[in-house]
């Protein structure tokens, strides 16, 4: 009975690579359907109001009900909202960050009221919505901003970092960058990890 119902799996399996071909799908279109049917796609970050990564500047600014600034140096160009924005139960600064025309980090930088207590919530927040966290590296964190402000952070400084993951990849950092201030970090999956190596042609 067992083998039987193993052999009738597999040729369920085996009718449903062929219809992904049938239809149209490519040389490998009934393996990723199969694949999409058993694993399921991963599902995009999206942010608020509907921002995604490898917007434009103009289309975040579409979706973006506060007021913004922009700024641009070289490839990199920011998004600062002109009064604070509402987060949680809370408000901050908040930073779109683009590299060549596209979205690729977010930041929220929290400057007032920034408790040890608020700061412990918005952990739990942060893990209701993104799973366990695990501690993050403040030489990582500084990494990431270096690109766009070097030395912005002073790596000592950096201190309760923590990290999640959402499901595409994109990497989520909370930590203090000061005394008394802290920020969440939003990095797109794609930005790669090479800081300001040349990697062209390795």
């Known amino acids: 009975m067992k083998l039987t119902r193993i052999t009738a799996f597999l040729c369920t399996l085996v009718l449903l690579a062929l219809c992904g071909q049938a ?20 599902e995009a970050f999206s942010f608020r109001n509907g921002v995604s990564w490898g917007m434009t500047p103009e289309q975040v600014s579409a979706l973006e009900e506060m007021p913004m600034e922009q700024r641009t140096s070289a490839d990199w160009a920011v998004m600062i909202t002109a009064e604070p924005a509402p987060v ?49 590296k403040p030489a ?30 994109t990497s989520i950092y909370l930590y203090y960058y000061t005394e008394n201030a802290y920020a969440i970090l939003y990095v797109c999956p794609v930005s790669g990890g090479a800081g300001s190596y040349d990697t062209n042609g390795l």
């Not at 239809?23 to 991963?42: A, C, F, P, Q, Y």
């Open 23 to 42: 239809e149209g799908e490519g040389e490998n279109g009934g393996i990723s359907s199969i694949r999409d049917l058993l694993m399921g796609e991963k």
């Open 88 to 136: 949680s139960r809370f408000s901050a600064d908040l930073v779109y960050i683009f590299y060549q025309n596209a979205l690729r980090m977010i930041t929220y930088q929290f400057q007032q009221d920034c408790s040890t207590l608020n700061y412990q919530y918005l952990t739990g927040a942060l893990s209701v919505k993104y799973g366990e966290s695990k501690e993050a």
């Open 140 to 169: 990582v964190i500084k990494g990431w901003m270096d690109r766009i402000y070097q030395n912005y952070y002073r790596q000592e400084l950096i201190r309760n970092a923590l990290e999640w993951n959402a499901e595409d990849g």
